[in-house]
């Protein structure tokens, strides 16, 4: 009965990534979005990250700053997580505190570790694993267009791309030429969230989807 309530709180944390939380932050607000004067399609700020995303992998370590009014935000505003993408490998870390909780998805199997309790639970890959840990997805999208809007309180220029079907849409969001974020949303009120980009890079080894060889395994 443990283990099952440990793999129901990991997977729980796992479904975090998408609820996100809000921020504190206090800025001029847009009351309205604006459009600005489109650039040249070679002088897009997003296009490497959109290429980044889209090659397959990548590492990224980021905060949800806010999400869908309809579900409770998370219990820390100061969650970090970072993903580690390549194929269908993969390596999502949950970081709450002092607490570190990684799922890893490899070889056909995922598995959770609890690295307090030096731990390791098997359990099948979720149907939706990618839809549920902030995996950001651009296979099909189109560029739209490009404007200004609010994040995390801040205006700050965006570029926006959209899927073919119109179901999901990525904003990339800028400071100067910096990318500081990602507004994603996807349609029928399924998903929305802001997700503040701390650190993104094609640096992704094989270690990252090292399995700790001391732990104990739990099936």
């Given at each position: 009965?443990?283990?099952?309530?440990?793999?129901?709180?990991?997977?729980?944390?796992?479904?975090?990534?998408?609820?996100?939380?809000?921020?504190?932050?206090?800025?001029?607000?847009?009351?309205?979005?604006?459009?600005?004067?489109?650039?040249?399609?070679?002088?897009l700020l997003s296009k490497p990250y959109a290429n980044l995303f889209?090659?397959?992998?990548?590492?990224?370590?980021?905060?949800?700053?806010?999400?869908?009014?309809?579900?409770?935000?998370?219990?820390?505003?100061?969650?970090?997580?970072?993903?580690?993408?390549d194929g269908d490998k993969m390596s999502n870390i949950t970081l709450v505190g002092d607490q570190k909780l990684q799922n890893i998805v490899v070889d056909g199997q995922m598995f959770i570790i609890m690295h307090d309790q030096r731990m390791i639970i098997t359990t099948e890959i979720p149907q939706n694993i990618r839809q549920n840990t902030g995996?950001?997805?651009?296979?099909?999208?189109?560029?739209?267009?490009?404007?200004r809007t609010e994040f995390a309180g801040i205006a700050r220029n965006y570029e926006e791309y959209?899927?073919?079907?119109?179901?999901?849409?990525?904003?990339?969001?800028?400071d100067g030429d910096r990318l500081v974020g990602l507004q994603v949303s996807k349609a029928l009120g399924?998903?929305?969230?802001?997700?503040?980009i701390l650190e993104i890079n094609g640096n992704v080894t094989i270690r990252a989807f090292?399995?700790?060889?001391?732990?104990?395994?739990?099936n």
């Open positions: 009965m443990k283990n099952k309530n440990l793999l129901l709180v990991c997977l729980v944390l796992v479904a975090v990534v998408l609820i996100g939380c809000s921020s504190d932050k206090k800025d001029v607000l847009v009351p309205e979005e604006e459009r600005i004067v489109e650039p040249e399609q070679g002088e889209g090659s397959g992998k990548y590492y990224m370590k980021y905060k949800l700053v806010s999400d869908n009014t309809e579900v409770e935000p998370a219990e820390d505003p100061d969650t970090v997580y970072e993903i580690f993408i995996i950001v997805e651009t296979k099909g999208m189109e560029y739209q267009g490009s404007g959209i899927s073919a079907d119109g179901y999901e849409t990525i904003r990339y969001i800028f399924q998903a929305k969230y802001d997700m503040e090292d399995l700790p060889s001391d732990y104990a395994m739990v």
